[in-house]
């Protein structure tokens, strides 16, 4: 190869399957987020201040609306695959034999159950208008 | 020894990526239960937001908001280097590229993020 291949991400898997799959949408999911997550964080720490925010304020401003529950979902699907699919490259790199299976197993039951409570709380929140 | 070990700037950068990234997603575990707990147990959550509006919490907040911004500047040099590999030869000056709008973009969101230390909280 005639360009220095000093390179910081993951190499593109060869040949395809479920890992190529994996190592495209750990990207796609990378470029959504760039967007999702640095908004949720301007929102709740540089537009609001964490002072002013308790359960009623997330009741009656921040979902308020179906727009910014979609919108957090949203975000919680992106990160959970994301963020859990990167820890898991890095259990795979420094895991090995029946220690990383279990490791990994662990993984995928504490990223199913973020799923079921982010879920169910984003679903399930009742609407308080301010007032 | 992060400094020592001879891989220079694409090294560093892939071990940012990776501490900032395993921080992240601690973060994230211990938000989603928090969320949780805003339809589970309100009460809980208004005591745990309480640290999070402390001096310590905004401390560890400005220090996420650096791991996330690090991690989404340096992600999209690596893809930029993955689906243009010409652009590898360039690696450090796109890192150098992200670094510059971190502190650009970053100093003044830690500046809004920790000045109630000192100012007092807004109300």
């Keep these: ?131 | 020894m992060l400094f020592r070990y001879r891989g220079g700037e694409g090294m560093l950068a892939w071990a940012f990526h990776r501490i900032s990234g395993v921080a992240i997603w601690a973060f994230v575990v211990l938000h989603v239960i928090d969320i949780y707990l805003v339809g589970g147990n309100p009460e809980a959550y208004d005591e745990l937001l309480a640290i999070y509006a402390s001096p310590i919490g905004r401390v560890l907040e400005a220090l996420l908001g650096a791991a996330l911004l690090y991690h989404a500047l340096n992600g999209l040099r690596i893809i930029v280097m993955d689906f243009w590999p010409p652009l590898t030869r360039y690696h450090r000056q796109l890192w150098y590229l992200c670094w510059l709008i971190f502190v650009v973009v970053g100093l003044p969101v830690a500046w809004i993020v920790l000045k109630p230390i000192w100012e007092g909280v807004p109300t």
């Design chain 1, 1 to 131: 190869m005639s360009v220095p291949y000093t390179r910081s991400g993951r190499a593109r898997p060869r040949g395809g399957g479920l890992e190529l799959t994996i190592w495209y949408l750990m990207r796609l999911t990378g470029i959504a987020l760039f967007v999702f997550a640095l908004t949720h964080y301007l929102i709740v720490h540089v537009i609001y201040d964490p002072a002013e925010q308790d359960a009623s304020w997330i009741a009656q401003v921040r979902w308020s609306s179906t727009f910014w529950r979609a919108f957090d979902w949203s975000l919680l699907m992106l990160v959970l695959f994301h963020a859990f699919m990167g820890v898991r490259t890095v259990v795979v790199d420094y895991v090995k034999g029946r220690a990383r299976l279990l490791v990994l197993t662990g993984l995928y039951l504490v990223a199913f159950v973020l799923f079921v409570l982010g879920t169910a709380v984003v679903l399930t929140l009742p609407v308080v208008p301010k007032g």
